[in-house]
Nanobody
Framework: EVQLQASGGGLVQPGGSLRLSCAASGFTFGSTHMSWVRQAPGKGPERVSAILNNSGATYYADSVKGRFTISRDNAKKTLYLQMNSLKPEDTAVYYC?????????RGQGTQVTVSS
C-alpha cells in the first residue's frame, strides 16, 4: 500500500522559507515519479512541482517557478520541497503524490500558512 507522510509545514511570514519533506513507503520509491500538490481553502488542487524518478527532469507551476525547488533522496525514500520567498497566496495544505501528475495523492498533507 502506498503511504506518504508530508511534514515541515507551519506559519511563516511573507518572504520567509520552509522545507517540506515527504516520507514514502509501500512502493518502489526509486522507480516512481513524484510530485507536490497543494489545495487552498475553497479551491481545487494545484500541482506545484514534479520530479522524475531519477531526478532527470522537473516541473514547476508558473506560480512557484524561481521560488520553489523540488528534490529527492532515493536512498532515504524521501521527497523534498524547498520553498523560498513565500507569499500569502502560497497558503494551502501541501500533499505529496506518487506520480508525475499529482493524481496519486496520499496522506493528510502538511499545512503551510503565510501571514504577517
Amino acid at each position: 500500500e502506498v503511504q506518504l507522510q508530508a511534514s515541515g509545514g507551519g506559519l511563516v511570514q511573507p518572504g520567509g522559507s520552509l522545507r517540506l519533506s515527504c516520507a514514502a513507503s509501500g512502493f518502489t520509491f526509486g522507480s516512481t515519479h513524484m510530485s507536490w500538490v497543494r489545495q487552498a481553502p475553497g479551491k481545487g488542487p494545484e500541482r506545484v512541482s514534479a520530479i522524475l524518478n531519477n531526478s532527470g527532469a522537473t516541473y514547476y507551476a508558473d506560480s512557484v517557478k524561481g521560488r520553489f525547488t523540488i528534490s529527492r533522496d532515493n536512498a532515504k525514500k524521501t521527497l523534498y520541497l524547498q520553498m523560498n520567498s513565500l507569499k500569502p497566496e502560497d497558503t494551502a495544505v501541501y500533499y505529496c503524490a506518487a506520480d508525475w501528475y499529482g493524481t496519486n495523492r496520499r496522506g493528510q498533507g502538511t499545512q503551510v500558512t503565510v501571514s504577517s
